[in-house]
């Protein structure tokens, strides 16, 4: 069974850094591109971040361009979100988002539960 | 400045059949944005509904279906249940690793 587990929400003060983890499970991790997708409270779903299965090509939207980083250690099956400079309107659950092929049709069909990230002073 | 455009609300009597839309702020969706489907209700994670236009994901039941009508992805669900009461999102590939979601639908079951 395909698994997606975030951790590494919380409370943070605007300016401030946070990590977010993603531990999968029950697929080959490393053959798959993964995003993170949030969703600010009572809004709907924004796609933040996308990266290779080798993590050799990775993709921001332009809202968290130069202050997020996504990585990957596929020896560990593990998705991180780096978030650096935090502000306000980061305030979100984020989710992990498994690709639903290594290649060809461009879709998600796995999805963590979410971790809660909240900016604030 | 992409934007994907969804129907802010949708009602529908159970039942009842209703199409919802999924559109470009310009130009015209086609199957190369692989548009996809999920579900959402609150507190909860997106399901995924449909992908590639028009494919079921597994276990998804066959009242709901994807097209492309006109100039917009379309989600038809056919026959409409209380428990299709969710929000529901599309979102467009736009290539080189960027994806692009609508803003959603919130659907009333009534």
């Known amino acids: 069974e395909v698994q997606l587990l975030e951790s590494g929400g919380g409370l943070v003060q605007p300016g401030g850094s946070l990590r977010l983890s993603c531990a999968a499970s029950?697929?080959?991790?490393?053959?798959?591109?993964m995003s993170w997708v949030r969703q600010a409270p009572g809004k709907g779903l924004e796609w933040v971040s996308e990266?290779?299965?080798?993590?050799?090509?990775?993709y921001y939207a332009d809202s968290v361009k130069g202050r997020f980083t996504i990585s990957r250690d596929n020896s560990k099956n593990t998705l991180y979100l780096q978030m650096n400079s935090l502000r306000a309107e980061d305030t979100a659950a984020y989710y992990c988002?498994?690709?639903?092929?290594?290649?060809?049709?461009?879709?998600?069909?796995?999805w963590g539960q979410g971790t809660l990230v909240t900016v604030s002073s | 400045q992409t934007v994907v455009t969804q129907e802010p609300s949708f009602s529908v009597s159970p039942g009842g059949t209703v199409t919802l839309t999924c559109g470009l702020s310009s130009g015209s969706v086609s199957t190369g944005y692989y548009p996809s489907w999920y579900q959402q209700t609150p507190g909860q994670a997106p399901r995924t509904l449909i992908y590639?236009?028009?494919t079921r994901s597994s276990g998804v039941p066959d009242r709901f279906s994807g097209s492309i009508l006109g100039n917009k992805a379309a989600l038809t669900i056919t026959g409409a249940q209380a428990d299709d009461e969710s929000d529901y999102y599309c979102?467009?590939?736009?290539?080189?690793?960027?994806?692009?979601f609508g803003g959603g639908t919130k659907l009333t079951v009534l």
């Open positions: 590639n236009t028009n």
């Open positions: 988002a498994k690709r639903g092929q290594p290649s060809g049709f461009v879709y998600f069909d796995c």
């Open positions: 979102v467009l590939y736009m290539g080189s690793g960027i994806w692009v």
């Open positions: 990266i290779s299965g080798s993590g050799g090509s990775t």
């Open positions: 029950g697929f080959t991790f490393s053959s798959y591109g």
